[in-house]
Structure formats: structure tokens, C-alpha cells
């Protein structure tokens, strides 16, 4: 069984930085990618970003990119978000879900990942 913990939300005025992590732990742990989502009060669950775990390649949501670095570490199990410029829209609660099947490029469907962490609540005040 695959656990996935996330930790480094907070509270952060705008144009601020918060850097997530998502731990991964389980006898086997190897998935085809990881991503990064949110869900603001009252509002779907949206992709954010998304890391293929062999190669690393990235993906991300328009309204982050430039600001927000989705990163792995395939040695610790880990994937990380760093976030920067950060706007009170950006303010969710962040999980981590982890995809285990192939496919091409990374899926932004939420309904396509396996695993998923219980999320960290990230406040940007402005």
C-alpha cells in the first residue's frame, strides 16, 4: 500500500514563496508520474502540476507557470512544489496524487490517479 504525506503549507502574503513536499512510503513505489492539485472552497479539484517520474518532464496549468517548480527526488520518493509570486487565488487546500498507469504525456484528470495525500491548506493573504 502506497501512503502519500504532504507537508509546507501555511499562511503567506501575496507575492510570497511556500515550498510542498509529498513523501511517498510503501513497499513498492513506482509511478509513471506525480502531480500536484488543489481544490478551493466551493470549487472543483483542479491540476496544477505534474511530473513524469522516469525522465522528470513537467507539466503545469497556465496560471502557474513561471511561478510554481514541480520537482522529484526518485532516491527519497519525493516530489516537491515550489511556489513563488504567489496570489490570493492561489489560496486551496494542495494534495499529491500519484498516476501509476503509462500514458502519453500526464494526465489533469483527478479521476486518474491511484494514490492521493490527505492535503496541506495553503492561505495567501493580500
Known amino acids: 500500500q502506497v501512503q502519500l504525506v504532504e507537508s509546507g503549507g501555511g499562511l503567506v502574503q501575496a507575492g510570497g514563496s511556500l515550498r510542498l513536499s509529498c513523501a511517498a512510503s510503501g513497499r513498492t513505489f513506482s509511478p509513471f508520474a506525480m502531480a500536484w492539485f488543489r481544490q478551493a472552497p466551493g470549487k472543483e479539484r483542479e491540476f496544477v502540476a505534474g511530473?513524469?517520474?522516469?525522465?522528470?518532464?513537467?507539466y503545469y496549468i497556465d496560471s502557474v507557470k513561471g511561478r510554481f517548480t514541480i520537482s522529484r527526488d526518485n532516491a527519497k520518493n519525493t516530489v516537491s512544489l515550489q511556489m513563488s509570486s504567489l496570489k490570493p487565488e492561489d489560496t486551496a487546500v494542495y494534495y499529491c496524487a500519484a498516476d501509476k498507469t503509462v500514458r502519453l504525456g500526464v494526465s489533469t484528470s483527478s479521476n486518474l490517479y491511484t494514490y492521493w495525500g490527505q492535503g496541506t491548506q495553503v492561505t495567501v493573504s493580500s
Open positions: 511530473i513524469r517520474w522516469a525522465e522528470g518532464k513537467q
